[in-house]
């Protein structure tokens, strides 16, 4: 382990430690890395931002979450909207896409940063189901 002064390419700074080997200047070469991506309170910055220019709720939860759920939501949802466009592209029918849009309102309005977090490797098939699930209860 090694720490890291990082300058990000938007010009924050900050210190990272870099677990691992040495022998050939890994931890060198990722430490270089990190100048070509911005730091992750920008990341998180451009995330909410889209993700709020794409009708989604505003999150609820920790500073630290919220920028994590960000991300994590920035990632899905559009490929859950393409996954729908492709349903309707190959003949699902209009109550099999009306299912689809619930889901998919169900989760464009989740609040909970902590939700988002708790189901960030789940697959996509998991994700409608949760939605599913909830849609249920609150009928």
């Given at each position: 382990?090694?720490?890291?002064?990082?300058?990000?390419?938007?010009?924050?700074?900050?210190?990272?430690?870099?677990?691992?080997?040495?022998?050939?200047?890994?931890?060198?070469?990722?430490?270089?890395?990190?100048?070509?991506?911005?730091?992750?309170?920008?990341?998180?910055?451009?995330?909410?931002?889209?993700?709020?220019?794409?009708?989604?709720?505003?999150?609820?939860?920790?500073?630290?979450?919220?920028?994590?759920?960000?991300?994590?939501?920035?990632?899905?949802?559009p490929?859950?909207?393409?996954?729908?466009?492709?349903?309707?592209?190959?003949?699902?029918?209009?109550?099999?896409?009306?299912?689809?849009?619930?889901?998919l309102a169900?989760?464009?309005?989740?609040?909970?940063?902590?939700?988002?977090?708790?189901?960030?490797?789940?697959?996509?098939?998991?994700?409608?189901?949760?939605?599913?699930?909830?849609?249920?209860?609150?009928?």
């Amino acid at each position: 382990m090694a720490q890291y002064d990082i300058t990000y390419r938007c010009g924050h700074t900050d210190t990272v430690q870099i677990y691992g080997t040495n022998t050939h200047g890994e931890r060198e070469r990722k430490a270089a890395s990190y100048g070509y991506r911005d730091c992750p309170a920008c990341q998180a910055a451009k995330a909410g931002q889209a993700n709020k220019d794409a009708g989604l709720a505003t999150l609820e939860g920790s500073p630290k979450q919220v920028a994590w759920a960000e991300s994590i939501r920035g990632k899905f949802m559009p490929m859950l909207d393409q996954e729908r466009q492709g349903c309707a592209d190959h003949g699902a029918n209009a109550e099999q896409l009306a299912k689809i849009d619930t889901v998919l309102a169900w989760l464009r309005g989740q609040k909970s940063a902590a939700w988002w977090i708790d189901h960030r490797l789940s697959s996509h098939t998991a994700l409608r189901a949760a939605g599913q699930a909830v849609n249920k209860q609150e009928a």
